[in-house]
């Protein structure tokens, strides 16, 4: 049984940076496409980023060139570096995996962690 827990979210006053962790276990994590999720109040959850297997990255618009996703095989983690923050990335965010190559890596999740960006 595949387990991710995140780490790292709270409070963060806008143009600031926080750094989430999750970590894996009970697969073979270095096969496995990794991605971040957040979830708005009454919205569903939308892929952030993604990682392959090999480390290729992948952001959608929003948060291209200010969060950097990065894995450490060794340490079956993924981190999301979140930078120049601003409200509106304000949300739940949740870590999700799968061993399919899929820009969805939607099999496993995460509790999430909340993420709150506020002066």
């Known amino acids: 049984q595949v387990q991710l827990v995140e780490s790292g979210g709270g409070l963060v006053q806008p143009g600031g940076s926080l750094k989430l962790a999750c970590v894996a276990s009970?697969?073979?994590?270095?096969?496995?496409?990794m991605g971040w999720y957040r979830q708005f109040p009454e919205k569903e959850r939308a892929l952030v980023a993604l990682i392959s297997a090999s480390g290729y990255p992948y952001y959608t618009d929003a948060v291209k060139l200010r969060f950097t996703i990065s894995r450490d095989n060794d340490k079956t983690t993924i981190y999301l570096q979140m930078d120049s923050v601003n409200p509106g990335d304000t949300a739940i965010y949740y870590c999700a995996g799968t061993p399919r190559i899929s820009y969805q890596p939607n099999d496993y999740w995460g509790r999430g962690t909340h993420v709150t960006v506020s002066p």
């Open positions: 009970g697969g073979a994590f270095e096969n496995y496409t």
